[in-house]
């Protein structure tokens, strides 16, 4: 499966990234969809998550067996990737399935990148009415 390489660093984290993410690994067991979101959020996406498998499975609630086979099963599907290994460890980053995902959702949501302001009723009204 091949998928084309937007930049990382100009994605972002969005509620429909969120549900596509939910979507795509919904016949997956319910753990990858935890260690998954935890990778996801963690970090700005494309970035390294520089937490060990330990931390990562205290944080999601899991066990470390668990974590880990969710990790391999991720990493087999292409929803992470390994970024780099120190030692004995191997850290994580999100992979090519959650950015082309994540460029899809900013190609069809683009943000203007600038704030914006709504009157919410009732939030000024006084006591005379």
Do not use: C
């Amino acid at each position: 499966m091949t998928f084309a390489a937007p930049r990382r660093s100009e994605l972002l984290f969005t509620p429909e990234l969120m549900h596509a993410l939910l979507l795509g690994t919904a016949e997956a067991p319910g753990a990858d969809f935890r260690v998954l979101s935890y990778y996801a959020t963690a970090v700005p996406l494309g970035e390294t998550v520089r937490k060990t498998a330990k931390e990562i499975s205290q944080a999601v609630q899991l066990s470390p067996p668990n974590t880990g086979k969710s990790v391999r099963r991720l990493v087999e599907d292409g929803w992470l990737e390994v970024s780099y290994r120190m030692g004995r460890v191997t850290f994580y980053r999100v992979g090519p399935r959650v950015i082309h995902l994540a460029a899809q959702s900013a190609e069809e949501h683009p943000s203007s990148g600038g704030a914006s302001v709504s009157y919410l009723p009732g939030a000024y009204l006084t006591d005379d009415q």
